[in-house]
Nanobody, 126 residues
């Protein structure tokens, strides 16, 4: 079992930056592909970014490319999402997800991930 706890959300203005953290316990994250998803009110949960287990390749949804960066620190058992140039449309609850992985894989579908955090709210005002 992996327990994931997100933190770092908050209320910011458009153009500001935030760094979300996802701290894991129970298992080492080095064996997992990790991802961030978000869900805005009235919308489905959507893929934001992922990082593979074995080679730290990263993938992003088009709307955040160049603004968001996903990274992992296996020594701290933590995954991060650095968000820059935030826009009001980035407002959502952000979730961290993990899936046990054997190689350089990632998944865009939320149902592909086994473990989830409780989410952290990000609100961007215009």
């Amino acid at each position: 079992q992996v327990q994931l706890v997100e933190s770092g959300g908050g209320l910011v203005q458009a153009g500001d930056s935030l760094r979300l953290s996802c701290a894991a316990s129970g298992r080492t994250l080095s064996s997992y592909a990790m991802a961030w998803f978000r869900q805005a009110p009235g919308k489905e949960r959507e893929f934001v970014a992922a990082i593979t287990r074995s080679d730290d390749n990263t993938y992003y949804t088009d709307s955040v490319k160049g603004r968001f960066t996903i990274s992992r620190d296996n020594a701290k058992n933590t995954v991060y999402l650095q968000m820059k140039s935030l826009k009001p449309e980035d407002t959502a609850v952000y979730y961290c997800a993990a899936r046990l992985s054997s190689g350089s894989y990632f998944w865009r579908r939320s149902m592909s991930y086994e473990y989830w955090g409780q989410g952290t709210q990000v609100t961007v005002s215009s």
